[in-house]
């Protein structure tokens, strides 16, 4: 039986304080075979390719020599983990994703840091937030801790494309996507998981980081409450590929999402927002609650809240927070700061907000929080300093189970 981790329904309850049915987000299957990390299998490329130089990698351009691949169905549950030479998929013109987006998600890394080690950053997050949006859009679940040690062992393997540069990672992108091979909308009975892997460089130029503008237009929204904003699926991505070029021809980067009578902000782009502001007592940075179900739970939106709250004088708030609070801090000199986080960028600092055609000029404080937070995080990712949100790679075992693997050119640690 699939282990629905207290974590998990611990978040759950979060996103859905009033008390809403969960049980309809639960996956329909959970009797079949379980997700093993002890059947992992590996078939080895008998060619390698030649790796991209560090510096400079283009965001999830290149791709490693293996990947990992677990099929699952209503028959058997899931079915034998393989990490196998990197290749296309083959799937049905039919295959559900196609035709109703059954589909999910997640965006990892993993970092090589100044002493050799290389890391992943809080990894348990992710599998529970897979995890989740696996239940909301009828896929099915499946224990974390296997799938984390199926990852550990393709990256292992893939150790010498972790970039060295202290601006590059290596990106982990799970995939999840319905493949049962019939028309007519309805949960796949069949799916495919998989694990790519990609070097990437600073998800900002060669000039370092830039402040964006931020295109704040009521009339576009990317999520409501009782939606699924708080799933990492790809059909939340597409439908915001329009705007975002709206905001471009705006003379904008990003878009600030707003919606409701009272343009209640949820997030930018397609990162959560912080904004700092002055208050009678102090100092307040502000984030969107989770509560309302149109915020994406970020594991760097945690991260940087878990911080904040060990800075002194500094009053941290997950509340509703709203386009015109905001814009009225700006006009009253209030407002200190702005700043989106995510994966990939990590923390992007925001530099303006263009309103009913007017552009509102946001601070940007060189040793801001915005800076301190990206500097506190780089330490971590690198090994700077020693954090439990660090995951050493070769010395970690999620599963605490010893499993027989061919030969290879590394040694896999258990």
Same mark, same amino acid.
């Given at each position: 039986m699939v282990v629905v981790q207290r974590s998990l329904r611990k978040l759950l309850g979060v996103l859905h304080p009033s008390g809403l049915e969960t049980a309809r987000f639960q996956s329909v299957y959970t009797q079949q075979q379980d997700l093993l990390s002890t059947k992992l299998e590996i078939e080895l490329t008998p060619k390698l390719k030649v790796k991209p130089a560090a510096e400079g990698l283009p965001f999830g351009h290149h791709f490693t020599d293996h990947m990992l691949t677990i099929s699952w169905n209503t028959r058997r549950g899931w079915g034998k983990p393989k990490i196998r030479p990197f290749g296309n998929l083959e799937l049905h013109p039919a295959s559900k994703v196609f035709h109703y987006a059954q589909e999910l998600y997640e965006g990892m890394k993993a970092y090589r840091g100044l002493d050799g080690q290389v890391r992943l950053f809080r990894p348990s997050l992710n599998m529970d937030r897979m995890n989740m949006t696996a239940e909301r859009s009828c896929l099915p679940t499946f224990d974390s801790n296997q799938l984390l040690e199926c990852i550990r062992k393709l990256i292992v393997i893939e150790l010498d494309w972790v970039p060295s540069s202290l601006s590059s990672s290596l990106y982990i992108?799970?995939?999840?996507?319905?493949?049962?091979?019939?028309?007519?909308?309805?949960?796949?009975?069949?799916?495919?998981?998989?694990? &790519?892997?990609?070097?990437?460089?600073?998800?900002?130029?060669?000039?370092?980081?830039?402040?964006?503008?931020?295109?704040?237009?009521?009339?576009? $929204?990317?999520?409501?409450?009782?939606?699924?904003?708080?799933?990492?699926?790809?059909?939340?991505?597409?439908?915001?590929?329009?705007?975002?070029?709206?905001?471009?021809?705006?003379?904008?980067?990003? $878009?600030?999402?707003?919606?409701?009578?009272?343009?209640?902000?949820?997030?930018?782009?397609?990162?959560?927002?912080?904004?700092?502001?002055?208050?009678? @007592?102090?100092?307040?940075? $502000?984030?969107?609650?989770?509560t309302s179900g149109t915020v994406l739970p970020?594991?760097?939106?945690?991260? &940087?809240?878990?911080? @904040?709250?060990?800075?002194?004088?500094?009053?941290?708030? !997950?509340?509703?927070?709203?386009?015109?609070?905001?814009?009225?801090?700006?006009?009253?000199?209030?407002?200190?700061?702005?700043?989106?986080?995510?994966?990939?960028?990590?923390?992007?600092?925001?530099?303006?907000?263009?309103?009913?055609?007017?552009?509102?000029?946001?601070?940007?404080?060189?040793?801001?929080?915005?800076?301190?937070?990206?500097?506190?995080?780089?330490?971590?990712?690198?090994?700077?300093? !020693?954090?439990?949100w660090a995951v050493d790679v070769l010395g970690t075992n999620f599963t605490q189970e010893d499993i027989v693997l061919p030969s290879v050119s590394v040694d896999i640690k258990s």
């Open positions: 992108r799970p995939t999840m996507i319905g493949t049962e091979s019939t028309l007519g909308l309805g949960p796949s009975t069949e799916a495919t998981l998989f694990v &790519i892997l990609s070097p990437v460089g600073s998800y900002f130029s060669a000039k370092g980081i830039k402040p964006v503008t931020l295109l704040c237009d009521p009339r576009f $929204v990317r999520a409501t409450p009782g939606g699924c904003g708080y799933t990492k699926m790809g059909s939340n991505y597409a439908p915001t590929l329009w705007v975002q070029k709206a905001a471009e021809a705006e003379g904008c980067e990003q $878009v600030l999402w707003v919606f409701g009578e009272d343009q209640e902000v949820t997030e930018v782009g397609a990162m959560n927002i912080f904004t700092l502001m002055k208050t009678d @007592a102090g100092c307040e940075l $502000v984030t969107p609650p989770l970020g594991v760097t939106r945690r991260s &940087i809240l878990e911080l @904040a709250m060990a800075k002194p004088g500094l009053t941290v708030s !997950e509340r509703k927070i709203t386009l015109p609070e905001i814009l009225t801090a700006q006009s009253e000199g209030r407002l200190l700061e702005m700043f989106g986080s995510g994966t990939a960028a990590i923390v992007s600092p925001v530099g303006g907000l263009k309103y009913n055609g007017v552009h509102h000029k946001v601070p940007t404080p060189q040793f801001g929080l915005a800076s301190q937070f990206l500097e506190q995080l780089n330490d971590i990712y690198y090994g700077n300093i !020693e954090h439990p």
